[in-house]
């Protein structure tokens, strides 16, 4: 099984840097042309469903990229959601860093959990569609902290993903292999569960 984890396309949040978490915030014209692109550049491979965060910036993405790849548009995973950043959500990143230098507001999600939460969706995706190829589309922490999870790496370790770009992995031998991170190459890593 091979999984591409897409970061859904831009919204105007995303656009004036403020933090989304949670908050459902639609996506903005150049987020809907991101996800025709991250379509495009997906459907030279097969894929056998494209499944999504239920927040609808990732809905929507995912129902773009479903249409010009070909595949059904499959359903919606609870725990694929953004980290959760408390206090945080809908401030500017720079506000947020002045009041709270650590990043730890107030009813933040705690970073250790986002990780193992993004793992448990895959587990259920891949029970779900067996050996088929499947297009997930998240949102950047929650992308970061799944690799992290699996490689045994710090989130920091892994960039700042562009919206509507993809990082692939496989299943293997019980685990998981990282491919690909927002496009690029990465040394295999395994995660055994």
């Known amino acids: 099984?091979?999984?591409?984890?897409?970061?859904?396309?831009?919204?105007?949040?995303?656009?004036?840097?403020?933090?989304?978490?949670?908050?459902?915030?639609?996506?903005?014209?150049?987020?809907?042309?991101?996800?025709?692109?991250?379509?495009?550049?997906?459907?030279?491979?097969?894929?056998?469903?494209?499944?999504?965060?239920?927040?609808?910036?990732?809905?929507?993405?995912?129902?773009?990229?479903?249409?010009?790849?070909?595949?059904?548009?499959?359903?919606?995973?609870?725990?694929?959601?953004?980290?959760?950043?408390?206090?945080?959500?809908?401030?500017?990143?720079?506000?947020?860093?002045?009041?709270?230098?650590?990043?730890?507001?107030?009813?933040?999600?705690?970073?250790?959990?986002?990780g193992p939460r993004g793992l448990r969706a895959l587990q259920q995706i891949a029970e779900e569609y067996g050996d088929g190829d499947v297009i997930v589309v998240a949102h950047g922490t929650l992308i970061r902290a799944v690799f992290a999870e699996i490689s045994g790496h710090e989130r920091t370790h892994y960039p700042y993903l562009e919206n509507g770009s993809s990082s692939r992995l496989h299943q293997q031998d019980g685990g998981w292999a990282l491919l690909t991170f927002g496009g690029q190459p990465i040394a295999l890593e395994v995660e055994t569960a």
């Open 1 to 114: 099984m091979v999984i591409a984890f897409v970061r859904h396309g831009q919204t105007d949040w995303n656009l004036q840097r403020r933090m989304q978490g949670t908050s459902d915030i639609p996506l903005n014209a150049l987020g809907r042309e991101q996800a025709r692109d991250a379509g495009d550049v997906l459907a030279v491979d097969h894929w056998d469903a494209v499944v999504s965060s239920p927040l609808m910036r990732a809905r929507e993405t995912a129902a773009i990229i479903a249409e010009r790849v070909g595949a059904p548009l499959g359903a919606s995973y609870d725990e694929l959601v953004e980290q959760h950043f408390g206090e945080a959500e809908g401030m500017e990143v720079a506000t947020v860093l002045e009041r709270w230098p650590d990043w730890q507001a107030p009813g933040r999600e705690p970073d250790e959990s986002v």
